[in-house]
Antibody
Framework: EVQLVESGGGLVQPGGSLRLSCAAS????????MSWVRQAPGKGLEWVAN????????YYVDSVKGRFTISRDNAKNSLYLQMNSLRAEDTAVYYC????????????WGQGTLVTVSS | QSALTQPRSVSGSPGQSVTISCTGT?????????VSWYQQHPGKAPKLMIY???KRPSGVPDRFSGSKSGNTASLTISGLQAEDEADYYC??????????FGTGTKVTVL
């Protein structure tokens, strides 16, 4: 069974930093692209970033470019999102998700971790 | 990277059919046959219901079907059931290994 478990969320002040982690199990982590998707309170889903199997390619939504960095450790079956220069509009539940590029879809999601940016 | 446009809400009685539209551009929905649909119950993670415009993952009831014409994709739920009440989001490949989601539609079972 595919499992994705996020951690690292919390309350942070504007301009601060936070690092999210995602522990993957139940599939061969090193064989899949992985994504982060966020959802602001009461709002819709927004794709944030993704990373290739070996970490050699990374893509970001324009609103986080230069502030967020996605990375992975295949030896630890883990995905990360380093978030710097956080803004109030980054407040959201952040989901770790698995990409399936055979069908260009996101097929499995974690339960999410809440990030609140507020003073 | 603008969000795809969905109706804010749709509703139907048990047993009826409802259809949710998802309108994008030639850079996303119209440019690729890679549209997915997700169901999200309150406080839960999204669940994949349709991928590749019209394919259903294992375990998804055949009451759910998808289609696409031009820049607009659609999700139809036939034989509406109480447990189908949820938020639904479309998602399209948007080039350069990126995705764009729809604005979301709340389905209410009357």
């Amino acid at each position: 069974e595919v499992q994705l478990v996020e951690s690292g969320g919390g309350l942070v002040q504007p301009g601060g930093s936070l690092r999210l982690s995602c522990a993957a199990s139940g599939f061969t982590f090193s064989s899949y692209w992985m994504s982060w998707v966020r959802q602001a309170p009461g709002k819709g889903l927004e794709w944030v970033a993704n990373i290739k199997q070996d970490g050699s390619e990374k893509y970001y939504v324009d609103s986080v470019k230069g502030r967020f960095t996605i990375s992975r450790d295949n030896a630890k079956n883990s995905l990360y999102l380093q978030m710097n220069s956080l803004r109030a509009e980054d407040t959201a539940v952040y989901y770790c998700a698995r990409d399936d590029w055979v069908w260009a879809t996101i097929d499995y999601w974690g339960q999410g971790t809440l990030v609140t940016v507020s003073s | 990277q603008s969000a795809l446009t969905q109706p804010r809400s749709v509703s139907g009685s048990p047993g009826q059919s409802v259809t949710i539209s998802c309108t994008g551009t030639s850079s996303d929905v119209g440019g690729y046959n890679y549209v997915s649909w997700y169901q999200q119950h309150p406080g839960k993670a999204p669940k994949l219901m349709i991928y590749d415009v019209s394919k259903r993952p294992s375990g998804v009831p055949d009451r759910f079907s998808g289609s696409k014409s031009g820049n607009t994709a659609s999700l139809t739920i036939s034989g509406l059931q109480a447990e189908d009440e949820a938020d639904y989001y479309c998602c399209s490949y948007a080039g350069s290994y990126s995705y764009v989601f729809g604005t979301g539609t709340k389905v209410t079972v009357l």
